[in-house]
């Protein structure tokens, strides 16, 4: 028997066709865009986002530094940039693992339903009830080698990158969890699915062939609005230097020494913060406006 | 009511040991050789005593047996000795939390202050260019990172205009109610403007979806003056999803304490967990953590207790 | 200064007065600059013991200073002073004598005066009996102090009188007449503490009773200490020296800089100590901020600032390849730019203002070019990457490690990384707490390149670190501080002649030739010496910045506020 489709409010041709929803997509298209050029950028002005130049330290903005310079000489625009490929990057990647995780737990537990539905429920409301930050703070201080993690990966460049995935998912996954929950149980009660435990099909396949393709849309509404949350912890994680170390930059860590220099240079302090909140903005409208325009049940105009 | 209380209080307490536990293995993963930090920061301990204390609470004991000998101290009261502050742990955080406090307590009233009319206003009239800055506010201020809002206050009142203190608590050599007001100012502001638009968004959505409800129809059909319709009926339903959303967002205020905190050097719990855990000063941190988790989970308790006070429907057994 | 055109200083000069002008005056009470007979000092670490003779800890030397004097020490012009004592001995005034020890060793007998009029804040005289009990406490093994090197060293003392004692030393070094670190107790208080030498740390009056008066003997005496917070000072009526200006001294503790410069702005407090007060980049940004107001003293000092290099890395242990790395690196563009000039490239580990300094060793100016050529010459060849490959296919690629939590030092970090990628080197960034760094890693000699800094005393022989049984390892338990691994016959034999020369001529030579070696062979990357930054009101005068690791507080006796002109 094949998986019957849901027709989902309007849409999806509705729902790109409006306005709404049109504006922060473009925001985060553009943005995507810019961070990906920024390596030619970088080569066809024959820098790059790491060069130092102590000579010209905080300098105003100029044809070669079209934001000027940080504090050890360094173009803002370039570093800009990168921050922003990695910031998305973090945010995607960890959104999608968080996705996943979300995802096993909420179709398992409005699925199977009963105790398992209850704990698992209360795991997610004591995650989201948790004072996070003070937690994350601990994890990301531990010493990766007591883990058993092979010396390989803990000496590598981009084990910051993977710590701070890791750990955003950990904690990103409860609202997916909770949308994917409360669609599974109402997908429980359809006649197909029914059928399907009827004709004896074992609940793993009900769940993953049966339920699972219905719920693209609470999955992809859900994981948008998660990327906004997610870019928000990794930007504060590296703020407070236990997310993405230098010199690899991140709009948060572009911002760890802004509070010694803002006296002398205000505008370091006001670019990546100000980035971090177009993005987020956007990706919340977005996550909203498709709710709005997918979700029939959402009682919000 | 009661059983209903009291098995939340047990199911807290559970909790709070399963994460007691969880902590104090973390704690153990910490570069270098935390266990040994943690029994030789005491410098008045004696010989005698470092090697007793290594018999309890050293690497070589497998894990369970550290942590029951730990909790059993923990229960007494002895959360073991502070390096950074070479004084009981538990004597160093009692101030500091009473600092937090003051800095949480006033945000949350001032954010509720804020968002809570804010946000009826607007479900009132929906729709409206009102509304849709409402709206937009509240959107900002979900999205806003609040370490960068600090830093923007601090740019535009400290740096630029001069006006209200950068950091600390107090002058030194002042300490005065309106010094300590001032130094109060910027924290409370960063905390309340990051915390604002999510609850204000909230509130509004409760308040729509109220509204449209059909009882409140029939209390204006029967005659019932808007203000009446608005606070017997609508406010006091739309309430409840709202308690339970304001009381379990204290976990995040706390999380948004420790960045204000260590922003304006205020000297607050979330400060001491983050300069402990950077420090490696474990007695402290671990002593921290669970100090802050346990107020979490009393501030949920209480928002539970609340929502099943507030909702007739609700039973409670 | 930093590379701020003047039209950009102007044009945020003008924009904060003229936003500032409408202001009201910042949030604080206390009247600006008044001179008075109290003086309020900021520092940013609190003691954690007040014990003079467990825990070196340059917050607790800081504030002891002020209230008890040692027998000798070196001056603000780094030349070895007597404070407790009447007379330096010397062979020339016959204070000191040579010692046959038997078998060919040499040691030397001293012959010390206390003054006359030095007693302690309860009025009872400071005695020979003080030092012998001192002697008795520090050699104790149990008491676990500090510096056990020094009551090692120490043979016997005999009392010739209440004021006069004898001290045998087990040898002659050229700098036998110090005996800075021996912590004189004041007999009559500290005795009963010391009845179990166990339970010495924890019983000590210096801890359990820190207001005792009769614990002092300097021109002031602590009256109030709370702990964290701040300790308040008050003249010592016994005092026996010039008579201190200021009737009360308040040192506060304020951990966070920008706090630091908030109560100094408000005039909470009066002066910000350069010991442990402002990183000196944060110190040259409020000079620029307000010189007005303040007057800012930049003294060079010993802290020397640089890269250890793990010899046994087999990427390191070519020579060709640690100089390049240092040739790849403008030292001299980080002290000008990042430093404003104040803290001097350094060549060795001697500093510019000590005696024994020569300029003559081999300099790396900053040459890229020639960094590049002594690569490829070690065998490290760009096979079309952007990082170096050796024949085998290995990368040149390298591990740094220094403290977290410095900004400063994370700057420079960067800096450097930036600068050695230009020559092919790909260097990683593993920063770690100060405890993890040096407690595990550099004992542990588990680093390839580790950047730190020691401070030391004027003219210091550099026995632990450089000398080949200094390494620690598994079969010494970790003894020693030559974390480098630095194994040279040549420079052995030199610190073991420098130590027992006496006659300074010959020993500068000797000196000479130290540097020179340690230059040539680099088993350290040499940065800068770090300045430090006093931070003081315009009336205040007399503060005599040292420069070394014996604190301004030394000679607080002769601070004074300038009458009102």
């Known amino acids: 028997m094949s998986a019957a489709r849901l027709v989902a409010g309007r849409g999806w041709r509705g729902a790109l066709g409006r306005k709404r929803l049109l504006w922060p997509a473009l925001v985060l298209l553009a943005l995507a865009a810019a961070a990906a050029l920024g390596p030619p950028l970088a080569a066809a002005l024959g820098q790059d986002a790491s060069l130092v130049d102590l000579h010209h330290r905080l300098a105003p903005p100029s044809l070669g530094h079209l934001l000027g310079t940080d504090e050890i000489g360094r173009d803002v625009l370039l570093r800009l940039m990168e921050g922003g490929r990695v910031s998305l990057l973090v945010g995607g990647t960890a959104a999608l693992a968080a996705a996943i995780l979300g995802t096993a737990i909420g179709l398992i537990a409005g699925y199977r339903g009963g105790t398992l539905d209850a704990l698992l429920m209360r795991l997610a409301d004591g995650v989201i009830a948790l004072p996070l930050l003070p937690l994350l703070v601990v994890l990301a201080a531990l010493d990766l080698r007591k883990l058993g993690l092979p010396a390989a990966i803990v000496q590598s460049d981009a084990v910051s990158l993977y710590r701070i995935i890791a750990l955003v998912s950990l904690v990103g996954w409860t609202t997916v969890a909770r949308l994917v929950r409360g669609a599974s149980l109402s997908l429980r009660a359809r006649e197909f699915v029914r059928a399907a435990e009827a004709l004896g099909a074992r609940p793993w396949r009900v769940m993953l062939v049966h339920i699972l393709p219905n719920l693209a849309t609470p999955i992809i509404v859900a994981t948008t609005l998660s990327v906004g949350e997610i870019i928000l912890l990794e930007s504060v994680l590296s703020f407070l230097g236990l997310g993405i170390e230098p010199p690899m930059a991140s709009w948060g860590n572009m911002l760890t020494g802004a509070q010694e220099t803002i006296a002398l240079a205000p505008q370091l302090a006001l670019y990546p913060g100000l980035m971090i909140l177009i993005t987020v903005i956007a990706c919340n409208f977005l996550g909203d406006g498709l709710q709005a325009a997918l979700d029939p049940r959402a009682g919000r105009r | ?317 | 200064m930093l590379a701020l055109s003047m039209r950009r200083v102007a044009a945020y000069l003008l924009g904060f007065l003229v936003l500032t002008a409408a202001a009201p005056a910042t949030a604080g009470s206390a009247s600006p600059g008044r001179p008075g007979d109290t003086l309020a000092i900021g520092i940013s670490q609190f003691p954690a013991t007040l014990n003079p003779l467990v825990d070196a800890m340059l917050a607790k030397s800081y504030v002891l200073a002020m209230v008890r004097r040692p027998l000798t020490t070196y001056d603000p012009e780094w030349h070895l002073v007597c404070m407790l004592c009447v007379e330096l001995p010397s062979f020339e005034n016959g204070l000191a004598e040579p010692l046959d020890l038997g078998g060919g060793k040499k040691g030397v007998r001293l012959t010390y005066t206390l003054q006359p009029d030095a007693r302690w804040g309860d009025g009872v005289p400071v005695t020979t009996e003080d030092v012998l009990f001192s002697y008795e406490v520090g050699k104790n093994p149990k008491t676990g102090v500090a510096d056990a090197e020094l009551y090692r060293r120490i043979l016997r003392i005999e009392a010739k009188d209440a004021k006069t004692f004898t001290l045998d030393v087990d040898r002659l070094t050229f700098d036998y007449a110090g005996l800075n670190d021996f912590e004189i107790l004041p007999a009559h208080i500290e005795r009963a503490a010391f009845a179990d030498p166990a339970q010495y740390r924890i019983a000590s009056r210096y801890d359990t009773d820190p207001t005792n008066p009769g614990l002092y003997d300097g021109p002031y005496r602590i009256t109030e200490s709370a702990p964290g917070s701040h300790i308040v000072f008050e003249r010592n009526p016994f005092w026996w020296g010039k008579a201190p200006y200021f009737r009360r001294i308040v040192v506060w503790t304020v951990e966070n800089t920008a706090a630091l410069e908030a109560n100094l702005l408000a005039h909470g407090i009066d002066m910000v100590a350069g010991e442990l007060g402002f990183p000196l980049d944060e110190a040259l940004a409020f000079e620029q901020r307000h010189g007005q107001e303040f007057r800012v003293i930049y003294k060079p000092g010993l802290t020397y600032e640089h890269i250890d290099l793990n010899l046994d890395d087999p990427i390191l242990a070519d020579l060709r390849v640690r100089q390049a790395l240092l040739l790849a690196i403008d030292r001299k563009a980080i002290s000008e730019e990042l430093f404003a000039g104040r803290d001097p490239v350094a060549e060795s580990f001697v500093p510019p203002l000590d005696w024994i300094y020569t300029d003559k060793v081999p300099h790396y100016p900053y040459d890229p070019a020639q960094a590049r050529t002594l690569l490829e010459a070690a065998g490290w060849h760009l096979a079309g990457g952007a990082i170096r490959r050796n024949d085998a296919g290995a990368r040149l690629s390298l591990a740094l490690a220094t403290t977290t939590g410095d900004r400063t030092r994370e700057l420079v970090e960067e800096v450097l990384q930036s600068e050695w990628r230009q020559i092919g080197v790909d260097v990683r960034l593993h920063n770690q707490p100060a405890r993890v760094l040096f407690g595990d890693a550099l004992t542990k000699r588990n680093f390839a390149m580790a950047m730190f800094a020691w401070i030391s005393a004027p003219e210091n022989v550099p026995r632990s670190t450089l000398r080949s049984d200094e390494i620690p390892s598994a079969a010494n338990s970790r003894t020693g501080q030559n974390y480098a691994g630095f194994r040279n016959a040549g420079a052995d034999r030199l610190i073991d002649a420098i130590e027992v020369e006496l006659d300074r001529g010959r020993r500068a030579a000797l000196w000479h030739a130290l540097q020179r070696l340690y230059a040539e062979e680099l088993p350290a990357l040499p940065l800068y010496f770090r300045a430090s930054a006093f931070v003081l009101p315009p009336w205040l005068e007399g503060v005599t910045p040292t420069g070394h690791q014996y604190p301004s507080t030394l000679w607080v006796e002769r601070w004074r506020a300038a009458p009102p002109s």
């Open chain 2, 1 to 317: 009511m009661t059983r209903f209380i009291l098995r939340r209080l047990v199911q807290a307490a559970l909790v709070l040991a399963i994460m007691s536990f969880i902590i104090y293995a973390l704690i153990g993963l910490m570069p270098g050789d935390p266990i040994d930090l943690m029994i030789a920061s005491d410098p008045h301990l004696s010989a005698a005593d470092a090697v007793r204390l290594k018999a309890l609470y050293g690497l070589d004991r497998p894990l369970f047996e550290r942590y029951l000998a730990w909790a059993q101290a923990a229960l007494a009261g002895d959360f073991g000795y502070s390096r950074l502050y070479a004084k009981a742990a538990l004597t160093v955080l009692a101030p500091r939390l009473g600092n937090t406090a003051i800095l949480m307590g006033a945000s949350f009233a001032l954010t509720l202050a804020i968002a809570l009319p804010l946000g009826i206003a607007a479900a009132r009239r929906p729709g409206s260019a009102f509304d849709a800055m409402v709206n937009l506010l509240g959107f900002a201020g979900i999205s806003v990172p609040s370490f960068w809002l600090a830093l923007m206050l601090i740019l535009v009142f400290a740096v630029a205009l001069g006006l209200l203190p950068a950091g600390g608590i107090a002058t030194i050599g002042d300490g005065g109610i309106l010094d300590r007001l001032t130094h109060l100012a910027l924290p409370v502001a960063t905390l309340t403007l990051a915390s604002v638009g999510g609850h204000m968004r909230y509130m509004r959505g409760a308040m729509i979806e109220t509204l449209q409800q059909d009882y409140i129809r029939t209390a204006r059909a029967k005659g019932a003056g808007e203000l009446g319709v608005l606070l017997h009926h609508a406010l006091r339903n739309a309430l409840i999803p709202v308690i339970t959303v304001v009381a379990l967002s204290f976990g995040s205020l706390f999380s948004g304490a420790l960045v204000t905190e260590t922003m304006f050097a205020y000297p607050g719990m979330g400060k001491l967990i983050y300069d402990s855990v950077l420090g490696n000063d474990f007695n402290l941190a671990l002593a921290g953590l669970l100090l802050a988790t346990l107020t979490t989970l009393l501030a949920n308790l209480a928002a539970d207790i609340a929502y099943a006070a507030a909702d007739p429907r609700i039973t409670y057994g």
